[in-house]
């Protein structure tokens, strides 16, 4: 009988942001989820769409979450490459946070709208992300659990 492969817990969880950012992506383009979606624009600080009526939205916004959500489907294949996926995309949410806070509203700089519950929304997923890969990613042998590992090596 064919052993179904083990994934490990970093690649699990990269999935699972995966499905997340990939379905928060594609919901930016849907009428209903997306309020005011006939003033959805490519670029720029002047989007009056809001995903669930609350989080600011452009096109370039939904592509991103798009593209980092795929790019997750890819790399969770292996343990190295879901660890560095969750290393990376928290490093890249964290920074479209600071990007959120820092870049003046309504300045030439500002070319995805972000709101306040935008910049909550990056920085809540660039801390979970981190996180995820910093304590997932300590195991290395699927077929071991953390306590088994611990209680070989002692002896």
Known sequence: MAQTPRYMAVQGAALMVAVGLTVLGALGFVPGATTHFDQLVVGGHRSGALLFGVFALSVLLNLFHLAVGTAGFWLARTYGGARGYLLLGGALYLGLWLY??????GSQAHVVPLNGADNWLHLILGLVMLLL????????????????????AAH
């Open 133 to 152: 890969a910093v304590t997932l990613g300590g195991q290395h042998d699927p077929t071991k659990s953390a306590g088994r590992a611990r209680i070989h």
């Open 100 to 105: 959120g806070l820092l870049v003046e509203r």
